[in-house]
Antibody, heavy 123, light 107 residues
Framework: QVHLVESGGGVVQPGRSLRLSCAAS????????MHWVRQAPGKGLEWVAV????????FYADSVKGRLTISRDNSKNTLFLQMNSLRPEDTAVYYC????????????????WGQGNLVTVSS | DIQMTQSPSSLSASIGDRVTITCRAS??????LNWYQQEPGKAPNLLIY???SLHRGVPSRFSGSESETEFTLTISSLRPEDFATYYC?????????FGQGTQLEIK
């Protein structure tokens, strides 16, 4: 059974840093791209970033480019989001998610999600 | 970036109604469109992928269709558990943008 468990959230002052982790189990983590998606309180979903299965390719939303960095450690089945220069508008629940991939290896959408981890940026 | 315009933003309907939610992409995304359902306080659930493919375990009353850059999610006969918020997302080109969401409420 697939499990994604986020950790590392909390309250942080503007301009400071925080690192989120997402521990994966129940599937071959090193074979899948992984995503971060966030949701500000009372707002819609915002896609944040994706990292390829081997960590060589990374893509970001414009709103976080240069401040948030996605990475992974396949030896530990763990995904990370390093968040620097945090702003109040980064306040959100952050989800890690894995894609749905069919038997031919084509991947679509976001299938498994973590429980979400609240990050609050406030002085 | 590809913009996803979802409508309506909210919708009131009754049990047994047929409802339709629309998502329009600002440019061609082929069939790279997914639909999600989200209940309050929970992570989203994938309903439809590749515009019209029903994800595993999703009831057949849900369906998706496409016409060029316009995509539609249809629920054929609403059940109580369907009252939630629905989002579209394009996974054609990064950034993989979501629509603004449609909150489906009981009339």
């Amino acid at each position: 059974q697939v499990h994604l468990v986020e950790s590392g959230g909390g309250v942080v002052q503007p301009g400071r840093s925080l690192r989120l982790s997402c521990a994966a189990s129940g599937f071959t983590f090193s074979s899948y791209a992984m995503h971060w998606v966030r949701q500000a309180p009372g707002k819609g979903l915002e896609w944040v970033a994706v990292i390829s299965y081997d960590g060589t390719n990374k893509f970001y939303a414009d709103s976080v480019k240069g401040r948030l960095t996605i990475s992974r450690d396949n030896s530990k089945n763990t995904l990370f989001l390093q968040m620097n220069s945090l702003r109040p508008e980064d306040t959100a629940v952050y989800y890690c998610a894995s894609p749905y991939c069919n038997e031919t290896g084509s991947c679509f959408g976001l299938d498994y999600w973590g429980q979400g981890n609240l990050v609050t940026v406030s002085s | 970036d590809i913009q996803m315009t979802q409508s309506p933003s909210s919708l009131s309907a009754s049990i047994g109604d047929r409802v339709t939610i629309t998502c329009r992409a600002s440019q061609s995304i082929s069939s790279s469109l997914n639909w999600y359902q989200q209940e309050p306080g929970k992570a989203p659930n994938l309903l439809i992928y590749a515009a019209s493919s029903l994800h595993r375990g999703v009831p057949s009353r849900f369906s998706g269709s496409e016409s060029e850059t316009e995509f539609t999610l249809t629920i054929s006969s609403l059940r109580p558990e369907d009252f939630a918020t629905y989002y579209c997302q394009q996974t054609h080109t990064t950034p993989f943008t979501f629509g603004q969401g449609t909150q489906l409420e009981i009339k």
